[in-house]
C-alpha cells in the first residue's frame, strides 16, 4: 500500500522538478507503470479515506424507526403526493424538535430506500414526432 505522501512527492517530482517516470521509478524504488498510474490515474482512488468504524449516531437511534414508518406510509400514496426528504426533514423539526441538518436526515432517507427498494419516478416527457434539423457543425 502506497501512502498518501509517497502520491504527493512523486507528483511533486514530476511536476516542480521535471522528473521522467523512470527517474522517479530509480529514486522511489516503485515500478514505472505505478509510478503512470499515479500521475495519471484517478485522483480520488489516491485521497479516498474511509472510516474503520463509522461515528456513534444518537439521532439516528432515535429518528429512524420513525423516517422508516412515514416513509412506509407513504408507499401507498400516489407519487406526488410523497413526501420528499425536505418534507420529512421540516416534518421532524416541527413534531418531534429535530435539531439535525437536512443533508443528514437526506441520507436517512436515501438508506432506508435503498433497504425499502423503493424505486425513484422517473419523469418521461414526450416529444413531438415532427423531425427536426440540427447542424452538429459539421
Aim: glycine share 6%; aromatic share 10%; hydrophobic share 30%.
Amino acid at each position: 500500500m502506497i501512502k498518501v505522501d509517497t502520491y504527493k512527492y512523486i507528483k511533486d517530482l514530476h511536476i516542480k522538478e521535471r522528473k521522467s517516470i523512470r527517474q522517479i521509478s530509480r529514486e522511489t524504488g516503485l515500478a514505472r507503470q505505478t509510478i503512470r498510474k499515479i500521475l495519471y490515474g484517478s485522483v480520488e482512488e489516491v485521497t479516498r479515506y474511509k472510516r474503520k468504524v463509522s461515528p456513534p449516531a444518537p439521532l439516528k437511534e432515535q429518528f429512524l424507526p420513525i423516517i422508516r414508518e412515514w416513509l412506509v406510509e407513504n408507499l401507498n400514496a400516489p407519487p406526488k403526493q410523497r413526501y420528499t426528504a425536505s418534507r420529512i426533514f421540516e416534518r421532524l423539526q416541527e413534531e418531534k424538535g429535530f435539531t439535525g441538518c437536512d443533508s443528514t436526515v437526506r441520507g436517512w432517507v436515501w438508506e432506508i430506500k435503498q433497504q425499502l427498494n423503493i424505486e425513484r419516478v422517473e419523469t418521461y416527457v414526450p416529444v413531438s414526432g415532427k423531425i427536426k434539423g440540427t447542424d452538429f457543425g459539421h
